[in-house]
């Protein structure tokens, strides 16, 4: 099977910028992740979809950040407006049942300058 | 609350020598404990887990793990390093429910030849 899929792989924007990353789970998962990795820190949960319900976005940082789930299909996290803390790397990552454990995804490397 | 902490940030051992990552992990249930891996440029990759049955786990590649309670530990081990197990290696506790992982800052595995 397809493993998730996520782009772009990295991405460099200016302060004050939009970006806007995907993630495809994979198929048939109705578990999505966004977890975060700012340089030099843990890896830290962002929130969580069942389907296309947030399900729990306890980790996002702001409102600048939003995340979205099209008819419980891929993802879309967007930063609006960017700022320099918001570097780092962003993992999705998906599951069938919880207890299974996740597949990752490569991660998208975003800097901001 | 829970809470993961690798006690080496580096780890650093020969080719054919024996790997010890060391986790320690805090948590208000019975917890389910993970590794994952990370290689340069690539996804999270699940090395094994632990759900509560045995408390000696195997997983892929020759790594295994032990729970132990007493000692509120998950180390990670491996009989013999190959040049391959250079990565990022990650302890990991899940929610009660599994909706959420608590990553461990990670240990950085050099093996030399």
């Known amino acids: 099977e397809a493993g998730v899929t996520q782009f772009p792989s990295h991405s460099v924007i200016e302060k004050g910028q939009t970006v806007t990353l995907r993630c495809d789970p994979i198929s048939g998962h109705d578990n999505l992740y966004w977890y975060r990795r700012v340089m030099g820190k843990e890896i830290k949960f962002l929130l969580h979809f069942v389907k296309e319900s947030k399900q729990d976005e306890s980790g996002m940082p702001n409102n600048r950040f939003l995340a979205e789930r099209t008819g419980g299909t891929y993802s879309t996290l967007k930063v609006q407006p960017a700022e320099l803390e918001d570097s780092g790397v962003y993992f999705c990552?998906?599951?069938?049942?919880?207890?299974?454990?996740?597949?990752f995804g490569s991660g998208t490397r975003l800097t901001v300058v | 609350a829970q809470s993961v902490t690798q006690l080496d940030s580096h780890v650093s051992v020969s080719e054919g020598t024996p790997v010890l990552l060391r986790c320690n992990y805090s948590s208000s249930y019975s917890p389910s404990l993970f590794w994952y891996v990370q290689h340069p440029n690539k996804g999270l990759q699940l090395l094994l887990k632990y759900t509560s049955a045995a408390t000696l786990v195997k997983g892929i590649n020759g790594f295994e793990a032990e729970f132990k309670k007493s000692e509120t530990s998950f180390h990670l081990t491996k009989p013999s390093a190959h040049m391959s197990d250079a990565a990022e290696y990650f302890c990991v506790v899940s929610s009660y429910n599994f909706n959420k992982f608590y990553f461990g800052s990670g240990t950085k595995l050099n093996v030399k030849p």
């Open positions: 990552a998906s599951s069938a049942g919880r207890t299974n454990g996740y597949t």
